[in-house]
């Protein structure tokens, strides 16, 4: 192990880390949105729009990432859309992680007995009322444990952004490779750098699921 190559480029792994970080945290919080609004409409059945939710989840899960990466990146250029290479990660972890998210927030809806639904519609609440403060928060406690891993599902699928020349940590060690051939070097730093990411993420989704057990959600 050359530990002067390590600290040497440390600070490029650095960078990286923030790239990946940011284009994950925002991939994330668009996924959030996608799902939530795919899983309300699928527990509401809105007509048409639930059957194009539902093409969208299966075209979304049952293609790989990398395929829906180049798709937007090589294969909206040619018909006029281009979009740099980190709009493109965003949106393809939004694409992808949107699907997964709606399956979580559907699953906790449709464990909410629709008693509770008829007694805030009765106490005078409107629908979206009902939804926002009696249905949702009971529906995202539930969620959680399935919510987390999708977290940490597509953070760690950031590592196919190389794909798109994204100077991601996976590119960063490719690039180190090819260049120094410090193989073990380049991917000792690349494990190093996933687990700082993940492990809180990991260790907040367990205690996020103990606290909410403790409470009496989730059970």
């Excluded at 960078?15 to 940011?22: D, P």
């Excluded at 949107?98 to 009765?122: C, D, V």
């Excluded at 989704?205 to 909410?212: A, D, I, K, M, N």
Aim: glycine share 6%; hydrophobic share 55%; proline share 4%.
């Amino acid at each position: 192990m050359n530990w002067d190559f390590i600290m040497r480029y440390l600070p490029m792994y650095q960078k990286a880390a923030i790239l990946t970080v940011k284009i994950g945290a925002l991939g994330i919080v668009f996924a959030i949105i996608v799902g939530l609004i795919c899983a309300t409409i699928q527990y509401y059945k809105v007509p048409v729009l639930r059957t194009i939710v539902a093409v969208y989840i299966e075209l979304s899960r049952n293609t790989p990432l990398l395929v829906q990466l180049f798709f937007i990146y090589y294969g909206l250029p040619k018909v006029g859309i281009s979009i740099d290479a980190n709009t493109c990660g965003v949106a393809g972890l939004a694409f992808l992680g949107g699907s997964y998210m709606a399956e979580a927030f559907r699953s906790g809806l449709e464990t909410i007995e629709p008693i509770q639904e008829e007694s805030a519609l009765s106490l005078g609440m409107s629908n979206y009322q009902a939804m926002r403060y009696v249905i949702l928060p009971q529906a995202v406690s539930i969620s959680i444990p399935a919510f987390m891993a999708n977290v940490i599902f597509l953070l760690k699928e950031t590592s196919v952004f190389s794909a798109i020349s994204l100077m991601d940590l996976m590119f960063t060690a490719k690039d180190l490779i090819g260049v120094y051939y410090k193989t073990t070097e380049s991917l000792f730093l690349l494990v190093v750098f996933y687990l700082i990411i993940l492990l809180p993420v990991s260790i907040l989704g367990s205690l996020l699921e103990r606290r909410l057990r403790y409470a009496g959600f989730g059970a």
